[in-house]
């Protein structure tokens, strides 16, 4: 065939269409959850045809394991290993996808957010009252209720998201926060939920 003229064999490696790597920089974003993929951490690439020719969507592995399991088994069978990378053991992959699809119930339910229907609830961040008619956001924390570890809703204002975010009880996750929000938020129409988006503020803690 006429476009065999260069290199058939290394053409054929280049274009394998997975590649599991350690970041070479803290430059690309996971296409996942939209955050930095830190320097010498595992990332998941898939080829794609951009339009400067063939490159790589970058997902941190974990991410990845959650969203695309079955690229990830495609890709660990075919050993797209790159360079140094030590793998996690695909059964561990295997194992997040799982709590992930589990977890997508719990979703469901929170995060969203709404308007407050009176002045009478509290943020469970700050401790303060929330306006009647601000916006109000529920996220999960975990419980513990005999001996079990429960996940219920709290009210927050928009503003407290992300504090509440980073501490350790806080069972909402980061990754899809937007994306999730926007889902169960059925109350509430796109613009107010593009102010409640912006209120709630950037949630990458890289940038
Ligand atoms: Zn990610
Ligand atoms: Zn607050």
Aim: charged share 35%; aromatic share 6%.
């Amino acid at each position: 065939m006429a476009d065999d003229a260069g290199v058939p064999e290394e053409g054929q490696e280049e274009l394998a269409p997975f590649k599991i790597e350690l970041a070479r920089s803290s430059r690309s974003k996971c296409k996942s959850c939209r955050r930095a993929i830190q320097k010498d951490s595992v990332r998941f690439g898939v080829l794609v045809d951009g339009r400067f020719g063939p490159g790589f969507m970058w997902h941190h592995i974990n991410c990845a394991a959650k969203h695309r399991l079955e690229e990830i088994e495609e890709a660990y069978s075919l050993k797209c290993f790159e360079g140094e990378v030590d793998p996690p053991p695909i059964d561990k992959l295997r194992a997040m996808a799982e709590t992930a699809e589990r977890k997508k119930d719990e979703k469901k339910l929170a995060p969203y957010a709404e308007l407050a229907p009176t002045g009478r609830s509290k943020c469970r961040h700050c401790d303060k009252l929330i306006e009647k008619g601000a916006y109000r956001v529920a996220v999960l924390r975990a419980v513990e209720f005999f001996g079990q570890v429960r996940s219920g809703p709290i009210n927050l204002h928009a503003k407290c998201v992300a504090g509440e975010l980073e501490k350790d009880d806080c069972t909402t996750e980061v990754d899809g926060f937007f994306d999730n929000l926007k889902e169960n938020s059925t109350g509430l129409d796109e613009a107010a939920l593009q102010k409640v988006c912006d209120e709630i503020g950037s949630l990458d803690g890289a940038s």
